[in-house]
């Protein structure tokens, strides 16, 4: 129910108090757990839409880590969601373009929004054949790769 709540609060612009759930929250599962991770998630999330991109993407390099220790290939779509949207927020096109390129078309739960505008930014931006020449780049990239290109124009805390 808390993790709920915190996802009302996020969405209801109440960072801060949702953050602080948040925190308790994801204290109560066991690490590697699916429900640890999408509350690691969610904190992403509530971050980057506070505007608090050096948290976020902590965050999201602590979820990546995690996933790849447990070998879960799913698990590592949340955090470069959080960098690609961390990207548009600081205006790195073709760096976004790259990381966007390593993403699933959709998601189902958080940053759907957030992609879609990334999408759209990215038609603004880039010519066609230069969006595909740099999204077929980061299809080949490991997600590691992704996450080290990103946080190469990603200011840290």
Known sequence: ADYYRAMRLGR???NHEALK???DVLDLFIVDSPFWFGTLQLGMSIELSAGN???AVELADVDLEHAYRIADRSAMI???ACYATALRQLGETETLAVVRGGLP????VHFVD???????WLAEQLDGSTRRELAARGADM???ELRDLARSVIPRS
Request: no cysteine; aromatic share 0%; hydrophobic share 40%.
């Open 114 to 120: 957030e992609l879609a505008e990334v999408d759209e």
């Open 21 to 23: 759930l948040q925190r």
């Open 142 to 144: 490991e997600p590691r």
């Open 78 to 80: 949340m955090p470069l």
């Open 105 to 108: 078309r959709r998601l189902t």
């Open 53 to 55: 991109i050096a948290n």
């Open 12 to 14: 209801e612009g109440a």
